[in-house]
Structures are given as C-alpha cells and as structure tokens.
C-alpha cells in the first residue's frame, strides 16, 4: 500500500503564494510521476502539473508562469509553490503519484485526499 498526503493549502488572497507540499510512504520501489491536479466543486479534476524523470516539467496553461512544481526524490515528496493566486485557483488540490510498489511488477496510480486552496478577490 502507498499513502500519499497533501499539506499547505489555505486561505489567502488574489495576488498571494502558498506552498503545497505531498509524501509519499509505504511500499514504494519507485516513483514514475508526480503531479498535481486540481478540482472545483462542480467540475472535472483537471491536471496543473506533472514532474518527471529525465523530462522537463509540464504546466497547464492557466498556471504557467506563476506555478512551479519540484521535487524531492529522495524523500518521495513533491511541492507546488503557486505564486501570483487568483481566484480561479480556488479549487481542492490532489497530489498523485505513479509508483511500483516492491513485489508488484506494473505501475499504479495513488492519490492523495486532497487539500483546499481558496483564493479571495
């Protein structure tokens, strides 16, 4: 099993930062992915980042040039500093992860329960 867990979100400001933070424990061999998707009430989760070995990082084009997502491979962890928040930001933030586990030859999706970030205009 793998637990992936968000922290950072909040409430602040249009124009603000925050700095979103996920780890990943349990039985990992290894890490593909890691991303950040985001989710509106009433809406489709759509993806804000992805970070990659050997690839550069990818951006939705909302967020480009205001968030930069980073890694930390030896801890299994991945940020997302957003800067420059607007109120379309406003969404609950899931952090994901592809990961083989040991014992287990394929890949899997894991996500993590997600944490709220609002933006106020």
């Known amino acids: 099993q793998v637990q992936l867990v968000e922290s950072g979100g909040g409430l602040v400001q249009t124009g603000g930062s925050l700095r979103l933070s996920c780890v990943a424990s349990?039985?990992?061999?290894?890490?593909?992915?890691m991303a950040w998707y985001r989710q509106v009430s009433d809406g489709q989760r759509e993806l804000v980042a992805l970070i990659a070995s050997a690839r550069l990082p990818d951006y939705a084009e909302a967020v480009k040039g205001r968030f930069t997502i980073s890694r930390d491979y030896p801890n299994n962890m991945v940020f997302l500093q957003m800067n420059s928040l607007e109120p379309e930001d406003t969404a609950v933030y899931y952090c994901?992860?592809?990961?083989?586990?040991?014992?287990?030859?394929?890949?899997?999706?894991?996500w993590g329960p997600g944490t709220q970030v609002t933006v106020s205009s």
């Open positions: 994901n992860a592809y990961v083989k586990s040991y014992g287990i030859n394929v890949y899997r999706d894991y």
């Open positions: 349990g039985s990992i061999f290894s890490i593909n992915r």
